[in-house]
């Protein structure tokens, strides 16, 4: 298996642009989880989906983040308009087991906004 | 409320030397504890998961044990390389639907 695959690897932004993220889960994982990593706050969970569905959402920030799961195997974070307080390096995960079994990550977004 | 420490926040080594790398939790009714390594911009890599009802994990050189009484886990890692260099992070399961991570610690393997 590939693993977890996201895109792009790089992103560079002007501030009020939108955003999108991508990500593949390895095939099989019925979790998918989006974390953010800054040096500041360390790897924070913004967003789970268990089956397709978005079963915790409470570390989105604000209105302006959305992430949607249409299959089993794509899902993509949003965000609309983007802010230089929004950089950071946006990480994708799958597990067979949500929590209760390994996370695989994928290599990250790493996410600009100048 | 979960907290996870990981004290040193960084550790340079010579190579060979064995070392322990250090997390403590403060809420003892976890459901697994997780033990990741980040190469510099990279994703993680997960290494050991221990789950609730053991004590410890061994994979190759690294042997990471969990003690819930204490609040404790530690990755001991045998015979270090310069390979080894990376941000070692634990992570949590508690319940719910978030693992906590703690900061990591960046290790420095000297040749």
């Known amino acids: 298996d590939a693993g977890v695959i996201q895109s792009p690897r790089h992103e560079v932004t002007e501030m009020g642009q939108e955003v999108t993220l991508r990500c593949k889960p390895i095939s099989g994982h019925n979790s998918l989880f989006w974390y953010r990593q800054t040096m500041m706050r360390g790897l924070e969970l913004l967003i789970y989906?268990?089956?397709?569905?978005?079963?915790?959402d409470s570390g989105m920030p604000e209105d302006r983040f959305s992430a949607k799961m249409p299959n089993a195997s794509f899902s993509t974070l949003k965000i609309q308009p983007s802010e230089p307080r929004d950089s950071a390096v946006y990480f994708c995960a799958s597990s067979y087991g949500g929590n209760l079994e390994t996370q695989y990550f994928g290599p990250g977004t790493r996410l600009l906004v100048l | 409320k979960q907290e996870v420490t990981q004290i040193p926040a960084a550790l340079s080594v010579p190579e060979g030397e064995n070392l322990v790398l250090n997390c403590s939790f403060t809420d003892s009714a976890i459901y697994n504890l997780q033990w990741f390594r980040q190469d510099p911009g990279k994703g993680l890599t997960s290494l050991l998961l221990?789950?609730?009802?053991?004590r410890e994990q061994t994979s190759g050189r690294l042997n990471a044990s969990l003690d819930k009484s204490s609040g404790r886990s530690t990755l001991y890692i045998a015979a270090s390389q310069p390979g080894d260099s990376a941000t070692y992070l634990c992570a949590l399961y508690t319940g719910g639907f978030k693992t906590i991570f703690g900061a990591g610690t960046r290790l420095f393997v000297k040749a």
């Open positions: 221990i789950q609730s009802s053991q």
């Open positions: 989906f268990n089956n397709n569905v978005p079963i915790d």
